[in-house]
């Protein structure tokens, strides 16, 4: 099924759940003690700022991460109904399709950040296993989530035997001079993604302080500011990460579980519902509202976009 078609019947799908009120339901359970998280990728611009427009329409106000924070460890209660936007990888897309609506419309947002695409490589290495899948080792070609269990010297290898002698690859993450300037913006937070994009659980112990700790201090060099907020790649942690994130000095941590967000969630384990990059709105409205995933897996749908990861 080619991309176009996947999209169009998703679509479909997700004006099936408009219609049949699965929508307006999901929407009228939000309480005003409740959190809508939501996380992007690389949205297109018109689909972001239609999100962002249909949640302002619906009566939401936006917190900050800081905000969120704070109401959650002094158990403050909140008399809105509240969303919470925020971004993975650290993509330069960003700049031009969601910075200027979150800045026009003052919504706050964080940014979690990898940052070895920023300072070195300009690319994510995911998306570089993807686009040349055909060149991958056979054991991989057919299973690549084998590799996000490997260590970074061995997927850093096998990356740069993929891309080889092909043309220079289009950068894909924000500079380091971009990212230090939107950290300037008021409506923006930067956090932590670690410093490779690596699953937690798959790094031995020196591995995962340097992707929890070095990340850390590589972008408070760089913008001058504390970073105390963490997004687990993928949304995989266990307990060993969620203690080397207290140790190393992080106040929150966000994953990808399907819920919202209560006044005694787990500050390192604050779950997210995730928005694709692209879709049709009547799709992208069910995964805003945690709809989506729920139904996708009763009826055992797929619907993969190149260049974005999930769950």
């Known amino acids: 099924m080619n991309r176009h078609l996947r999209l169009f019947i998703a679509g479909i799908a997700g004006l099936a759940l408009n219609l049949s009120g699965s929508v307006e339901k999901a929407h009228g359970r939000i309480q005003e003690n409740h959190v809508l998280p939501l996380f992007f990728h690389n949205p297109q611009e018109k689909l972001f700022r239609n999100i962002i427009k249909w949640l302002v329409d619906n009566g939401f106000a936006f917190i900050s991460t800081q905000e969120l924070n704070k109401s959650i460890r002094r158990k403050e209660g909140l008399n809105k109904k509240m969303a919470w936007i925020t971004f993975d990888d650290g993509w330069r897309d960003n700049i031009d399709n969601v910075i200027p609506t979150i800045t026009e419309l003052d919504i706050p947002a964080t940014f979690f950040v990898s940052t070895y695409p920023v300072e070195k490589s300009g690319y994510f290495w995911w998306t570089a296993v993807n686009r040349y899948k055909k060149k991958l080792p056979p054991k991989y070609r057919n299973n690549t989530s084998e590799i996000w269990r490997l260590p970074w010297?061995?997927?850093?290898?096998?990356?740069?035997?993929?891309?080889?002698?092909?043309?220079?690859?289009?950068?894909?993450?924000?500079?380091?001079?971009?990212?230090?300037?939107?950290?300037?913006?008021?409506?923006?937070?930067?956090?932590?993604?670690?410093?490779?994009?690596?699953?937690?659980?798959?790094?031995?112990?020196?591995?995962?302080?340097?992707?929890?700790?070095?990340?850390?201090?590589?972008?408070?060099?760089?913008?001058?500011?504390?970073?105390?907020?963490?997004?687990?790649?993928?949304?995989?942690?266990?307990?060993?990460?969620?203690?080397?994130?207290?140790?190393?000095?992080?106040?929150?941590?966000?994953?990808?579980?399907?819920?919202?967000?209560?006044?005694?969630?787990?500050?390192?384990?604050?779950?997210?519902?995730?928005?694709?990059?692209?879709?049709?709105?009547?799709?992208?409205?069910?995964?805003?509202?945690?709809?989506?995933?729920?139904?996708?897996?009763?009826?055992?749908?797929?619907?993969?976009?190149?260049?974005?990861?999930?769950?």
């Open 153 to 311: 010297p061995e997927i850093k290898k096998i990356v740069e035997e993929l891309i080889g002698n092909e043309k220079k690859i289009q950068r894909e993450a924000m500079t380091v001079e971009e990212l230090t300037a939107i950290s300037k913006l008021p409506q923006v937070t930067i956090g932590c993604h670690g410093t490779h994009h690596l699953l937690g659980t798959s790094c031995s112990e020196s591995a995962l302080v340097k992707e929890i700790l070095d990340s850390k201090l590589t972008l408070e060099n760089w913008i001058q500011k504390p970073v105390k907020y963490f997004s687990f790649p993928k949304g995989v942690y266990g307990e060993r990460e969620k203690h080397s994130l207290k140790k190393h000095g992080y106040e929150l941590a966000a994953g990808t579980d399907n819920y919202l967000i209560a006044q005694d969630v787990d500050l390192y384990a604050v779950p997210r519902f995730g928005v694709l990059n692209e879709a049709y709105f009547s799709e992208a409205i069910c995964h805003v509202l945690g709809i989506w995933q729920p139904f996708k897996n009763k009826f055992k749908l797929s619907h993969k976009i190149t260049g974005q990861h999930t769950k």
